[in-house]
C-alpha cells in the first residue's frame, strides 16, 4: 500500500509563507492524483488542492487560489503545496492523500498521511 508522509509545518506569522512536502511510495494503478486538505481546530477536513498525476491539471479552493500553488517532482516522489500570504484562519493540519482523481472532495481518497500543523499567527 503507498505511504504518505507530509513535513513543512510550522509556525509562521501572518503574511508569511511555508512550503509542504508531501513524500510517497510507489502509487498503486491508477490511484496516483494528491489531494491536500485543510482541518482547522474544531472543524471538518477540506480540501485545498488537488494534482493529477502528470500535473497538467490542478485544483484549487476559492479559499486559497491565488495563494497556495502545488506541484509534484515525480523524479523525487514528492507533491508540493506552497503557501503564500497565510492568514491565521490558514492554522490547522494538513494531509496529502491519494485517489483515482483530482477532486477536493475528500471521500474520493484512500490512503492518507499522518500530517503536518501549520500554525499562523497574528
Known amino acids: 500500500q503507498v505511504q504518505l508522509v507530509e513535513s513543512g509545518g510550522g509556525l509562521v506569522q501572518a503574511g508569511g509563507s511555508l512550503r509542504l512536502s508531501c513524500e510517497h511510495s510507489?502509487?498503486?494503478?491508477?490511484?496516483?492524483?494528491i489531494g491536500w486538505f485543510h482541518q482547522a481546530p474544531g472543524k471538518e477536513r477540506e480540501g485545498v488542492s488537488c494534482?493529477?498525476?502528470?500535473?497538467?491539471?490542478?485544483n484549487y479552493a476559492d479559499s486559497v487560489k491565488g495563494r497556495f500553488i502545488a506541484s509534484r517532482d515525480s523524479a523525487k516522489n514528492t507533491v508540493y503545496l506552497q503557501m503564500n500570504n497565510l492568514t491565521p484562519a490558514d492554522t490547522g493540519d494538513y494531509y496529502c492523500?491519494?485517489?483515482?482523481?483530482?477532486?477536493?472532495?475528500?471521500?474520493?481518497?484512500?490512503?492518507w498521511g499522518q500530517g503536518t500543523r501549520v500554525t499562523v499567527s497574528s
Open positions: 510507489r502509487f498503486s494503478p491508477g490511484n496516483d492524483a
Open positions: 492523500a491519494t485517489g483515482p482523481y483530482c477532486s477536493l472532495n475528500s471521500g474520493h481518497y484512500r490512503t
Open positions: 494534482i493529477s498525476r502528470g500535473g497538467s491539471y490542478i
